[in-house]
């Protein structure tokens, strides 16, 4: 059964820092994945996503992830944290039609 | 613009009392959800919906109900049968086939009391 794990509910960094969020997720074939953002009391924003193709995956507010199928990974970088990242990011995978979401990792940046 | 509306945005209601939550969008989007999160919890799925006049229940569906009418509108009514109704809501489209991302709108946060 497809599930998504998100290492840390909490990850602070300081401005211009490299952010790293993790996920791992389970799947019996080959998953679709995203990351979404969330800013508070709004709705879920997609940062970028997975289907085929490039494993390497670039998407919006200078945010990437790679999956690595032999990991079964999808962890979310951006090389340089700005104030405007602090936020709470969410990793989803498909099960049929339905998204399976993670518990989600708030992201702090500090000045 | 097309995108996805939530209304009202803060409910506040007495315990005991149905809710109805209103969701429209004007994407063309034959897929509807509902989604519920509580702190530390994520989202977790009530109802989805694939198509008109269809839907199926999600994984925490007890306390709620939902009808698709209409393409564009998936509203969900809280039955005082929820036993603890005080969350943030969240209502999302897509198009049909899952490696399309979904799209939320902003939200409705319920208080009950």
């Known amino acids: 059964a497809q599930s998504v794990t998100q290492l840390g509910s909490h990850v602070s960094v300081s401005e211009g820092a490299l952010v790293l969020l993790r996920c791992n997720y389970s799947?019996?074939?080959?998953?679709?994945l995203f990351w979404y953002v969330q800013y508070p009391n709004q709705g879920l924003q997609l940062l970028l996503k997975y289907t085929t193709g490039a494993t390497l995956v670039k998407g919006i507010n200078g945010f990437e992830a790679e999956f690595k199928k032999s990991e079964t990974s999808f962890h979310l970088t951006k090389p340089s944290a700005h104030m405007s990242d602090a936020a709470e990011y969410f990793c989803a995978v498909t099960k049929g039609t339905k998204y399976i979401f993670g518990t989600g990792t708030r992201l702090k940046v500090l000045a | 613009d097309g995108g996805i509306t939530q209304s009202p945005k803060y409910l506040f209601r007495k315990e005991g009392q149905n809710v109805t939550l209103s969701c429209e969008q004007n994407?063309?989007?034959?897929?509807m959800y509902w989604y519920r999160q509580d702190p530390g919890q994520g989202l977790r799925l009530i109802y989805y919906s694939q198509i008109v006049n269809d839907f199926q229940k999600g994984d925490i569906a007890e306390g709620y109900s939902v009808s698709r009418e209409k393409k564009e509108s998936f509203p969900l009514t809280v039955t005082s049968a929820q036993k603890n109704p005080t969350a943030f809501y969240l209502c999302?489209?897509?198009?049909?086939?899952?490696?399309?991302?979904?799209?939320f709108g902003p939200g409705t946060r319920l208080t009950v009391t």
């Open positions: 994407l063309n989007h034959d897929a």
């Open positions: 799947s019996s074939v080959p998953p679709y």
């Open positions: 999302a489209s897509s198009t049909s086939g899952t490696s399309y991302e979904q799209y």
